[in-house]
Nanobody, 125 residues
Framework: QVQLVESGGGLVQAGGSLRLSCAAS????????LGWFRQAPGKEREFVAG????????LYTDSVKGRFTISRDNAKNAVYLQMSSLNPEDTAVYYC??????????????????WGQGTQVTVSS
């Protein structure tokens, strides 16, 4: 079992920045590929960013490329999402997720075994 707890969400004006954190406990953190997803009201949960086990490879959805940065610290059992140039379309509940599976499509929510409870990000115009 892996427990994930997000923090860092809040209300920010358009153009501002936020840094989300996700703290993990349980099994060996470095065994997991980690992803950030978000879900806006009335919309499906969507992949935002992912990072491989050693942090050497990252993946972003097109709409956040150049604005968001995912990173991880395996020594601290944490993953982060630095968000800048935020706009109202980024408003959503943000979730971190972990999967131990290999050779999977990491943009698909169904491949993740563990999820945090989510943290709300609201961007005002």
């Amino acid at each position: 079992q892996v427990q994930l707890v997000e923090s860092g969400g809040g209300l920010v004006q358009a153009g501002g920045s936020l840094r989300l954190s996700c703290a993990a406990s349980g099994r060996t953190f470095s065994n997991y590929y980690l992803g950030w997803f978000r879900q806006a009201p009335g919309k499906e949960r969507e992949f935002v960013a992912g990072i491989n086990r050693n942090g050497g490879s990252t993946l972003y959805t097109d709409s956040v490329k150049g604005r968001f940065t995912i990173s991880r610290d395996n020594a601290k059992n944490a993953v982060y999402l630095q968000m800048s140039s935020l706009n109202p379309e980024d408003t959503a509940v943000y979730y971190c997720a972990a999967t131990s599976r290999n050779s999977v499509t990491v943009t698909r929510a169904t491949v993740y075994d563990y999820w945090g409870q989510g943290t709300q990000v609201t961007v005002s115009s």
